[in-house]
């Protein structure tokens, strides 16, 4: 037999042409070699129940997040009369979103761009921070899954008894346990699309008329529609969604680094794998073994079929729940838990040149995620605490610009528009400061305060009218004079503006 020395050596000899036709024959693809499917058609999972630290952390998270997706249509609100009394409403005939103590109007959608923002830059944060946090624990689809996965196995049993009776020819009672599943499922992926239409309804009002079909058509289309996907996402697509469709996994693999904390199999302890047995046998001989005993549990619990002892992976959601397998039977045979934790890239590699584990979460991504986060939070909640709930639009007439009166005066006219952004009716007094001796004349105004008229405009409305602004004083050839209208409310506050020009002869 040939030796590898020997080998190496014979290679080294083969002149250059000859070494090239070797190195092109080993990279021509073996035609008759099997081609791989583009498709890969889908393997069921059978997660397998596990209990530990991030078990329970998803529970939580489960719970908080279900609890306030179902139950916060319920939540009511006092924001006195005329407006609605429910915490959290979108409204699209009275064109509102209430957020709480927060009314968005239809005119500052750059809000939802600002929200946006923030959340894009909260999950950039997340990432690098502590890898897929998002996905691993309060994407909708990861706990819907996760609620859908736990009433299967109430009904069809962990994963041994559940492959045990998929395997097993159909009888009565596997037909009946697929019935109940199928029918709970059903039943929360219709609760589902039902809490999803209460947030644009008045929520009590709508449980009463969707019960008694006296409810739009709309309302139930869209419980019809949810209802369809979360049972078809939750139910049957499960891991497909984040393998195949959502494409967070793909961006986070580019915002990444290796001072992320990400689920990971610290191979530097585990490898070389052996069982106890042989790890003892090898041990007794001097050899190294590492304390992966490849017992397979780690895959076995795993929601998307991941091994992650293959490094990352796109399909890992960073659920933990490996991390709590593996703790369990590092327990079990007496060694030290973590085998696989949340850790850095960076840190093992940091390990294997016998270095100190270091975790940097102050880095030059994770300050300007933040910087981005608190700049915009911060401009979007000094615009809310001070914006005004009225306004005024002035525009000069074009033709003529100017009239000239009789008695030597000159008038200009003006159209205005009135913002009353309340839900309650208001009166505003109109004032122009800015051309000394002006009168003002609103045709159609509700009276007057002194010289000053006064504008009624309904609730949550606006009102145009016509204003003539008219002075005596001698003006200079051609003047533009800068002029500024103002409304305040008649009960009294503060003063929208609004400018415009004066213009002479
Ligand atoms: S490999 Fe571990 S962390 Fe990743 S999805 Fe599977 S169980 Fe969750
Ligand atoms: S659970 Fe731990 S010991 Fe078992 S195969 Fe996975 S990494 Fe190895």
Not at 386 to 399: C, E, K, L
């Amino acid at each position: 037999m040939e030796s590898g020395a020997t080998s190496v050596l014979a290679e080294k000899a083969q002149p250059p042409l000859a070494k090239l036709a070797a190195d092109a024959a080993r990279l021509v693809p073996d035609i008759d070699a099997e081609e791989e499917p583009l498709y890969a058609a889908r393997k069921k999972i059978y997660p397998q129940r596990v209990s530990g630290t991030f078990r329970r952390v998803k529970w939580a998270v489960l719970f908080i997040t279900l609890g306030i997706y179902y139950l916060l249509p319920f939540v009511r609100w006092d924001r006195g009369p005329n407006a609605p009394h429910q915490a959290v409403l979108i409204d699209f005939p009275g064109r509102r979103f209430y957020f709480f103590f927060i009314e968005i109007w239809p005119q500052e959608v750059y809000y939802l761009t600002g929200l946006l923002i923030i959340a894009a830059m909260t999950l950039f944060l997340m990432n690098a921070l502590a890898g897929r946090v998002w996905c691993g624990y309060l994407c909708p689809q990861t706990v819907w899954t996760d609620l859908f996965v736990t009433v299967e196995r109430w009904f069809e049993g962990d994963r041994r008894e559940h492959l045990r009776r998929d395997r097993e020819p159909w009888t009565v009672e596997r037909a009946a346990r697929a019935v109940g599943k199928h029918s709970v499922w059903l039943l929360i992926a219709w609760w589902t699309g039902g809490a999803w239409v209460l947030y644009f309804a008045d929520a009590p009002t709508l449980v009463k008329d969707l019960a008694t079909f006296q409810a739009p058509f709309m309302a139930y289309a869209y419980i019809g529609l949810l209802t369809f996907t979360t049972y078809a996402l939750a139910g049957w697509m499960r891991e497909q969604v984040c393998v195949y469709m959502c494409p967070w996994p793909r961006i986070q693999a580019a915002l990444t680094d290796e001072h992320a904390l990400n689920v990971t199999y610290r191979y530097d302890r585990g490898e070389p794998r052996a069982s106890v047995k042989k790890a003892a046998a090898l041990h007794a001989h001097g050899e190294a073994a590492g304390d992966c005993i490849d017992c397979l549990q780690c895959v076995h619990v795993c929601p998307t079929g991941v091994d992650i002892r293959g490094g990352s992976n796109l399909g890992c959601i960073q659920c933990g729940l490996c991390i709590d397998a593996c703790d369990a039977v590092m327990a079990k045979i007496g060694r030290p838990t973590r085998l696989i934790a949340y850790d850095t890239d960076a840190n093992i590699k940091s390990r294997q040149q016998g270095r100190p584990s270091v975790y940097r979460p102050i880095r030059m991504r994770t300050l300007l995620y933040a910087v981005v986060i608190a700049v915009v939070g911060g401009v979007m909640t000094y615009t809310l605490a001070t914006r005004r709930f009225d306004g005024i639009d002035v525009i000069h007439d074009r033709n003529p610009l100017f009239v000239h009166l009789s008695d030597g005066a000159v008038r200009n006219g003006y159209t205005i528009r009135v913002l009353n952004k309340t839900l309650s009716a208001e009166s505003y007094v109109l004032s122009v400061s800015g051309l000394p001796d002006a009168t003002i004349e609103v045709i159609g105004s509700e009276g007057s305060s002194g010289s000053n008229p006064i504008i009624y405009v309904g609730p949550d409305q606006s009102r145009e009218m016509r204003v003539l602004v008219t002075t005596h004083e001698k003006l200079a050839p051609h003047a533009s004079i800068p002029l500024t209208f103002g409304i305040a409310p008649a009960g009294g506050g503060a003063i929208a503006n609004a400018a415009d020009h004066f213009l002479g002869p």
